[in-house]
């Protein structure tokens, strides 16, 4: 199992002008750990499950990641994960190309149906149904395909999004892989088997992991797809892992690594994260024991 880092606080110890340096310092720790995986969230205000209030620091989450692949030369970067209702499709697949060409082919392309109505009211972005926002994530999983597709530059007509021309140059070093986060069985799990490269679920328990798999499973079965193409990550919040914790913590991994979760994602909440992921660098090979 490997070790992944998600960092989902910016209220740095030193305040705003040390929150450039912390996180070159994370993106350095990160790699030296031996993680493969680094992310941030996609939200424009702070959300409640971190524990602090919406007027906390946040940092818009494309520019984030730029600025880490500058400061990384091998960890997958991410965002965990984008709302879908965010940007326009095709722009949204322009900026994760870039990312990608910028990175050296480290872009992963994490994406999800967006939940957090206030940030969505507060600066004016427009917050559909959720019925809809599926249906617009389809179609954005559908756009970024195409888009990434070098020999299918054509139009793309939807019942959201119309787009004349598909055309995105240049093409990613390495097509992004897509993760797909959330857990709903009947529309987000389906989404999984027929476009996504991954999942993110929640690891609540490993008998509910277990019960998620088994519905993705199914969905697969349903789409002809061949279950064990998919990458299956979890992120570690009950509870929330720290350095004090690290072996009860990978000894709480093993379950969901008899169960073929490939990766898990533990999350930093100090005020200094490039401390605390050196603080659960250990847990990098102890977790690659169990499988």
Sequence with gaps: M??????????IDGGTTAIAGELARVGTAAEESGATWLSFMDHFFQIKPTGLPAE?????????????????????????VTGVTYRHPGLLAKIVTTLDVLSGGRAVLGIGAAWFEREHRGLGVPFPPVA????????????CGQMWDPLDNGPFEGKHYQLAE?????????????LIGGGGERKTLRLVAQYGDACN???????????KLDVLRR??????????????TIIANNPRPSPDTRDEFVRQMAGYAELGVHAVMVTPTTGSPAAWIDGMAPAVPQLAELG
């Design 201 to 211: 679920l929640f690891a609540s328990s490993p008998d509910d992991v277990e019960h």
């Design 166 to 178: 598909t055309l995105c140059s240049p093409q990613p070093i390495n097509r992004p892989k897509v």
């Design 219 to 232: 969905h697969c079965d349903d789409v002809g797809r061949d279950y064990d193409e998919i990458r299956k």
């Design 56 to 80: 906390s620091n946040m940092l818009e989450g494309y520019t984030t990641l730029g600025y880490l692949a500058a400061h990384t030369s091998k960890i997958d970067l991410s965002l965990l």
């Design 2 to 11: 490997e070790l992944g880092f998600h960092v989902p606080i910016f209220d």
């Design 132 to 143: 809809e926002r599926f249906e617009r994530l389809e179609e954005t999983l559908r756009i």
